[in-house]
């Protein structure tokens, strides 16, 4: 009994079950073999790809902000890299700190704006999205005449950022992936700085009444989203030896879906990593898993939908069971209501 | 009363808002061990005086003292480490923050483990729990709930237990009571006078007679931003401070001391019409 109520006051929990509802389904109606889905790499891959940025971009939207330029900034850290050590031959190190670089600068034009304008974090970074979709674009044509620029990394940069593990065709960002987790899941859970967090997406003005510098670290978040996402492209330039210019669309909705699967309150304040990371593999199965499924693949997207639906419903069914759990009963009579 | 230091003490302090003159003159002390109740219409001021006091607004004119010495309090966090402490009407602002994690949002306790400096929240709810135990409200026993859970009279509760475990002298309250039902308000009542009784000076905002009588040492009343009544327990009748409650319509005479008090600041516009 306390087991379950526990269970199902953490923010993970509807993720779980989402994911186990997925694999169910794929089970029962998509004949799929767990094993070979286990081993496969694909779902691993994309979950890395899109987890990585899924960390920041959680605690920022638990911190009651959002920031969805992240889509043009995985392709704007993917061209850096490419432009940079790839059309102008300068050694990869200037194109790594150049992907990162952008990043840091977008994250910081978000974050400023987010803080000293009252204009609706979405706005903002809807605005610097098509900014940076347009710059990485246009960039890209003028310096290099193409919007594809190849690029080979030397073996250390391979080794860290684009190689394949295990001898087969696992991505080695699966790994950083690991670490982003492992990392988010300290800052938030375990040091005082998450509680911070909470704080802001619960209310600012009481946050920054106790003493919480709500503006630098609103900044500081948004910097995180844009560098991760940065960095994930530079990762995948180094690993695929190119990069192209793309809108990144999909991305962007992809990782925010993961995030709200994971049990992440869209206006903020409520949240957990393990919650985005199953959220980001739940999604991740979906997307990819049904490769291995008898179902056709232009399923997918209605599959994606209902599979949305219905972790945002359980999300809003546990938090409200969540508010209104009370331990156990009291002994004495009467107190009950 | 003896002639002692005030905690706090107002003198002549004024606030517009641009045009908008909203608090006219006031002097005003406040004691320790005292509930001095706010009274006043809607839109008399009573909430811009107190957002004054706790560092919010910054007076236009006049001074604040604590203690005889002349304070400033640039942001609300000044007025906080001054331990003057404000609950606001719905008492826990975190609604989705367990009571433990809400209780220490901003002075988190945290223990080493290694390298590590990692949140205690263990130590947090033991705290969180035994403070508001020791204000009565022993229906909260689990520092891990959630604050969105708890009744408007134990979320104000929890807010005042707060406020005292961290060596708040001064506590505003802003209609504590407004939304709660007689027996949740008569808890809040309860913990006032616990709050009074160690020694805190209460500033406690309601516009309910039957509260302010209840819990009350000192009544001041605003009109329309002027200090209209500054009187002790015992020296009105209940009708009179309901009539002056009312924006003191029922006391032409008052009315009048009103206008001539206007009339002394020139330069001020009309006060808005309420
Ligand atoms: N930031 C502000 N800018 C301009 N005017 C303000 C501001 N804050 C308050 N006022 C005005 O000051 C007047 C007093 O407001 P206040 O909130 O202090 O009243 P109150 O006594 O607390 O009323 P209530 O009982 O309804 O809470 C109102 O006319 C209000 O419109
Ligand atoms: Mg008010």
Redesign the interface.
């Known amino acids: 009994m306390d087991i379950m109520s526990a269970f199902i ?1 953490r923010p993970a929990t509807a993720s779980v079950l989402s994911l186990i509802g997925v694999l169910l389904f794929y089970f029962i109606f998509g004949g799929v073999d767990l094993e070979k889905l286990g081993g496969a790499a694909s779902w691993l891959n994309y979950a890395a790809r899109i987890g990585i940025v899924a960390i920041p971009v959680g605690l920022l939207m638990i911190s009651g902000e959002i920031d969805i330029s992240i889509g043009a900034m995985i392709p704007a850290g993917a061209m850096a890299t490419a432009i940079i050590s790839g059309y102008y031959g300068l050694p990869i190190i200037f194109g790594i700190l150049g992907a990162l670089g952008i990043g840091v600068i977008v994250g910081l034009i978000n974050g400023v704006l987010a803080v000293r304008t009252t204009v609706p974090t979405l706005i903002i970074t809807l605005g610097t999205l098509i900014a940076m979709q347009g710059i990485v674009l246009a960039g890209s044509v003028i310096l290099t005449g193409n919007a594809s620029v190849p690029l080979s990394a030397p073996d250390w940069a391979k080794t860290l950022f684009g190689q394949l593990i295990f001898g087969g065709s696992h991505q080695v960002v699966i790994i950083w992936w690991l670490a982003f987790t492992l990392l988010g899941w ?1 800052i938030l ?4 700085f ?3 967090i ?2 802001m ?3 600012k ?8 510098p709500v503006d630098r670290f609103t900044i500081l978040l948004f910097v995180l989203t844009a560098t991760s996402a940065s960095f994930v492209g530079m990762c995948h330039a180094i690993l695929f030896n190119s990069a192209q210019v793309s809108g990144g669309m999909n991305d962007i909705f992809n990782i925010i879906a993961s995030v709200v699967v994971g049990g992440v ?1 869209l206006s903020g ?2 949240g957990s990593v393990p919650g985005i990371f199953i959220g980001t593999i739940t999604f991740a199965i979906v997307n990819k898993g049904i490769d291995f499924t008898d179902i056709d693949r232009n399923w997918s997207s209605l599959i994606i939908g209902v599979m949305l639906l219905a972790a945002v419903l359980m999300n809003n069914r546990f ?1 409200n069971m ?6 156990r009963k ?1 002994d004495k009579g009467g ?1 009950a ?1 | 009363m003896t002639e002692k230091t005030a905690v706090l003490e107002l003198r002549n302090v004024n606030k517009s808002f641009g045009p908008i003159d909203v608090l006219h003159d006031i002097s005003l002390k406040v004691n320790a061990g005292e509930v001095l109740c706010l009274l006043g219409d809607n839109g008399a001021g009573k909430s811009t005086l107190i957002k004054t006091l706790a560092g919010v607004h910054k007076p236009t004119s006049g001074e604040m003292f604590m203690d005889g010495e002349k304070v400033s309090f640039e942001r ?2 000044d007025a ?1 480490d001054r331990g003057i402490a404000t609950v ?1 009407q719905f008492g826990g ?5 367990t009571i433990g ?2 209780f ?5 306790p ?1 223990k080493r483990i290694g390298p ?4 205690d929240r263990k130590t947090a709810n033991e705290t969180a729990v035994k403070a508001v135990q020791e204000f009565g409200i022993t ?1 909260i ?2 520092g ?3 604050i ?2 708890l ?1 408007g009279g134990e979320r104000q509760s929890l807010a005042i237990a707060r406020a005292v475990h961290f060596g708040a002298r001064v506590l505003i309250l802003d209609e504590p009571t407004a939304a709660l039902g007689v027996k949740q308000a008569s808890h809040v009542l309860r913990i006032v006078l616990e709050a009074k009784k160690r020694g805190l000076a209460v500033i406690f905002i309601t516009h309910q007679v039957t509260h302010a009588m209840a819990v009350g040492d000192h009544f001041a009343v605003l009109i329309r931003g002027a200090l209209a009544a500054n009187f002790m327990r015992g020296e009105k009748s209940r009708e009179e401070i309901t009539d002056l409650m009312a924006g003191g319509e029922a006391l032409a005479d008052l009315d009048t001391e009103i206008e001539s008090h206007m009339e002394t600041h020139e330069g001020h516009p009309p006060p808005p019409a309420h």
Do not use: C
């Not at chain 1, 859970?189 to 005082?192: L, Y």
């Not at chain 1, 003005?205 to 919480?212: D, K, M, P, Y």
């Not at chain 2, 602002?93 to 923050?97: D, E, S």
């Open positions: 006051r300290f859970h375990q040091s005082r998450g509680n911070w909470f704080a997406g619960g209310d003005v009481s946050a920054r009444n106790a003493g919480i309150l304040g409520f938090r969540a508010l209104n759990y009370v331990p009291k107190s209501k | 609300p966090k906080a606001h602002t975190f609604p989705l923050m994690r809400s220490f949002v901003g002075v988190e945290t590590f400096r990692i949140f229906r026993d689990d891990d709930r959630l969105g859970g009744s």
